[in-house]
């Protein structure tokens, strides 16, 4: 019998020029990949991602080569290996039992769009590369910054499409969204003065020797996003110049707090830079007074950033927007676009109140970001980076704001049916309610709740700190076991609740945001999470006879 020998990708000049203009044949994996993510893009990731989860160890093995190969492969081979090794292996997010993480289905139609957009290979730092892409993206900035400050017709007629201002800027998400932010409101409070030329050129020591301070320092909610420790330290301002301002009850920054903090900055001749409000917590989801904070700022003639990268999407529903009132008095809103609408990953945005706001970081190339040009990255942190606006641009306009009403509504109130569910089943404590979509929870038997109430009522926080060491234990041993079977997913932090003397606590922390997440999939998390904790012969048993020692 005489064997074939399989064909080898040969490297020639017309080979090279083949992969850059002839697909593969229809019947290619590829191509077949590309007809399945077409037509059904949900049963294809449902289908083509492993229900049960690998070992990362094992993943590792898959990826050890450290050469680049010499020899090139058929663009099927390389398909069939990357769908065995790294498509089976990804992150479910699409799935609607994945409510763990800020992420979610996507409309169908964003992936052909995002191959055209791919195709394009637009490059937004600068007019020459992305001609028709600039104005498109001024315009989703203008369309943002009118969904939070709502100016009138005249103030986007003058300044949406400005060559020397901006009413925001693309990032690729809210970190770089938050540092450009705190970034203007550095180089505004620091600014030229006489002889000084600004901190941006000579530096943070010859800017605060020029203007007397002894420091400068951010406010912030002690639920202010990491990113913000980034941008401090990236500034030059050092973390230990992030205070972090203690919440109430409701998860709230403690706006009176935040006076006294200012307060005592000031007598050590500390001039507060920033206030940092946040719509949307990461780990409650919670929405800060941001009004109160918004005069605050005034008081102390400082800068006002809120970070909306999760919240700010609430503002699409006319029954929820009010969660967050006061956004419109801020300096600068961060949004990111691929959390709660729809858009994928890399999609966030700064927005500045004042068009002028920008020229505080504005910066110049002889070959490109030419005085006077509508190069938009002039004003940017990122240099290259693609045309993601495209894609946002597409959601607001297909779905628009009737379909972003119902889509948030239903993620909303899809929140407030969990917490009830929780409520209402007596083997689960619901820690945090949800204000917006988000909320945090944990599996504590009945009489185990019971015996802890009663150590509350007593202040015997020794005792209470007894269950929640054995709890956190328990809500550890479910959430892993929960992810390992594959078959729901929620995420897990610590926090430190009023009602438990700010003990650490660890809970469950669930987001449902993905319209595919119906309330059959809720009751069965919960049932789920009901058999695994009962497989526990290590924590649940301490805590049953702590509880029955303690009643």
Known sequence: ??????????????????????????????????????????????????????????IETDFQAFKIPAAPRFVSDYTDEIMQNLVAHSVHTAAPSFIGHMTSALPY?????????????????????????????????????????????????????????SLGAFCSGGTVANITALWIARNRLLKPEGEFRGVNQEGMLKA???????????????????????????????????ISIATTADNKVDVDAMRLAAKTLASKNVKVMAIVGVAGTTETGNIDPLTELSALAQELGCHFHVDAAWGGASLLSNKYRHLLKGIELADSVTIDAHKQMYVPMGAGMVLFKDP???????????????????DLG????????????????????????EGYEILINNSLEKARFFSELIKTSADFELITEPELCLLTYRYVPNAVQ??????????NWPALAQYNELLD???????????????????????????????????????????????????????EQQEIAALDNEFLPQLLALAKAQM
């Open 1 to 58: 019998m005489t064997s074939i020998t399989p064909r080898k990708a040969q490297a020639s000049a017309d080979s090279m020029l083949r992969i850059f203009t002839v697909p593969e044949d229809a019947e290619s994996t590829l191509s077949i990949i590309e007809q399945k993510l077409s037509e059904d893009l949900a049963g294809f990731l449902g289908n083509s991602i492993a229900a049960l989860e690998k070992p990362l160890s094992e």
């Open 109 to 165: 139609f964003v992936l052909p769009l995002s191959k055209m957009m791919v195709g394009l290979n637009q490059n937004l730092v600068k007019i020459e590369t992305s001609k028709a892409f600039t104005p498109l993206e001024r315009q989703v900035l203008g369309m943002m910054h009118h969904l939070v400050f709502a100016q009138d017709s005249n103030f986007y007629e003058q300044w949406m499409h400005s060559a020397n201002h």
């Open 208 to 242: 605060l020797r020029h203007y007397g301070f002894d420091d400068i320092a951010i406010l912030v909610s002690e639920r202010g996003h990491y990113s913000l420790g980034k941008a401090v330290d990236l500034l030059g301002i050092g973390r230990d110049n992030i």
């Open 356 to 374: 002028e706001l920008a020229n505080a970081i504005v910066h110049h190339a002889e070959y490109i970001l030419r005085v006077g040009s509508k």
């Open 378 to 401: 002039s004003q940017t942190l990122e240099g290259s980076r693609p045309g993601m606006a495209m894609l946002v641009h597409a959601c607001l306009q297909i779905i628009g704001l």
């Open 450 to 459: 019971l015996a802890m109430n009663a150590a509350c009522k007593q202040q």
């Open 473 to 527: 234990g328990l809500t550890q041993f479910i959430q892993k076991h929960q992810r390992e079977q594959g078959k729901s997913f929620v995420s897990r932090t610590r926090i430190q609740p009023a009602r438990y003397n700010r003990q650490h606590t660890t809970v469950f922390r669930v987001v449902l945001a993905n319209p595919l997440t119906g309330f059959d999939i809720l009751h069965k998390v919960l049932e």
